[in-house]
């Protein structure tokens, strides 16, 4: 029989807190699939992936006997596919481009990498945005500024230098700020920044909050100029928009999505990778309470993982539910 999950705002940001904390694993849970800690790496404290992640701990502690799950802050992609790797971590938020890169061995990985997929989720947005006042109006303008590249091994910092790459630009053509979404947002408001990249769900918090804050102020740049090259790099990178209503734009705000996918170790148990996936959609509602974005959790897409192998356990649930 299913329960009701009450999340409740105080028993979340304890829960987040406390998996903050980190910590060395000190048991093998995930591959003996008898019960233990689990640890879920998430992304910078503001955004959805730190969200999410908190609520996935929150559904897992309340309905899979014999577990205690924590949410890790994490830089993101590259940083959760080396802890999964390296057992720091059992479960990762990961966008689907740098997840492929890590199974194919390029890019930020100098080797195939044994993670699996349990299930693609939500697409990720690439948020651009300058100070108005900066001359920006494209990132070929950004030659010479000061341009956080998001935080370092992250996703976002993947597809930051992919994009200045494509606007015939590198990291030494701008002064780079490496920064995670927190000091970056800080630093767009105090002028210390003139622009930022960031790749994440809708509404990311902090950029929520930098776009109340320094309404008129700021801008997004269009990314569709860029999507032809993008797309040379990855099939993955689509053609999409960041609705106005997200964050209090004048207009839509052309740009590039890519999935987000959930990811494991090859070693974690069938039994507890069944139990992680069904999860995902029995729990679905409790999911969305903590932030829409889980509202795109869909069990007919969710195996479209973009290359990236499900792992046995994952094919096992979607196999039970071929219908939905």
Known sequence: MRRPLRLAAGLIAGMLALGACGGERTDNAASNGNGGRLSIATGNTTGVYYVLGGGYAAVINAHLSGYRATAEA????????????????????????????????QGSFDSKQPIRALARVYSN????????DSGINKIEDMKGKKISTGSPKS???????????AAGLTKD????????????????????????????????????????????????????????????????????????????????????????????????????????TALLFDYKADLIKVHPEAKNIDVKTAQETGGIPLHPGAQQYYAQHKNG
């Open 155 to 165: 996703g976002t910092e993947v597809i930051a230098l992919r994009l200045l790459k």
């Open 173 to 276: 053509d701008i002064k780079q700020q490496a920064l995670a979404l927190p000091e970056t947002t800080d630093g767009m408001k105090n002028g210390s920044i003139d622009g930022l990249f960031w790749s994440g769900g809708l509404p990311t918090a902090g950029i929520k909050d930098l776009a109340s804050a320094m309404k008129g102020k700021i801008k997004f740049l269009d990314l569709s100029p860029y999507l032809t090259k993008m797309q040379g790099v990855s099939p993955l990178y689509v053609g999409a928009s960041i609705r106005k209503d997200a964050y209090g734009l004048d207009a839509d705000a052309p740009t590039i999505a890519v999935p987000n996918v959930i990811i494991v170790r090859d070693t974690m148990s069938n039994d507890l990778a069944a139990k992680l």
């Open 74 to 105: 994490t830089g993101a992609s590259v940083e959760n596919v080396r802890r999964v790797v390296s057992g720091q971590s059992d479960i990762a938020f990961c966008l689907a481009d740098t997840a492929f890169d890590a199974v194919s061995g």
């Open 125 to 132: 947005y690439t948020h651009v945005i300058v100070r108005a």
